[in-house]
Nanobody, 119 residues
């Protein structure tokens, strides 16, 4: 059974950086499209960034383009989200997701990691 565990969240000041990691176990996720979603209090969950399984194509929400970078680890069972120039509006719980279709989430979720951007 596929399990996803996120790490790397925490408090950060505006303009700062964080690197989120998602470690998969139980299943090799190299053949899965993967994604990061986030949900802020009182807001709907949104797709932040996705990465395809085959050609490595990526998707970014307009709000994070040119600031966030999604990537897979060399062993392919780790997913990263490098977040630079963070803004208060990036504050949310960030979730790793596997087997995504376009920007629709797949059935596999991690427990989430809190990112709080505040001065």
């Amino acid at each position: 059974q596929l399990q996803l565990v996120e790490s790397g969240g925490g408090p950060v000041q505006p303009g700062g950086s964080l690197r989120l990691a998602c470690t998969a176990s139980g299943v090799n996720v190299e053949s899965y499209a993967m994604a990061w979603f986030r949900q802020a209090p009182g807001k709907d969950r949104e797709a932040v960034s996705c990465i395809a399984s085959t050609d490595g194509r990526t998707y970014y929400a307009d709000s994070v383009k040119d600031r966030f970078t999604i990537s897979r680890g060399n062993g392919k069972n780790t997913l990263f989200l490098q977040m630079n120039n963070l803004k208060p509006e990036d504050t949310a719980v960030y979730y790793c997701n596997a087997n995504v279709r376009e920007t629709e989430p797949g059935p596999y979720w991690g427990q989430g990691t809190q990112v709080t951007v505040s001065s």
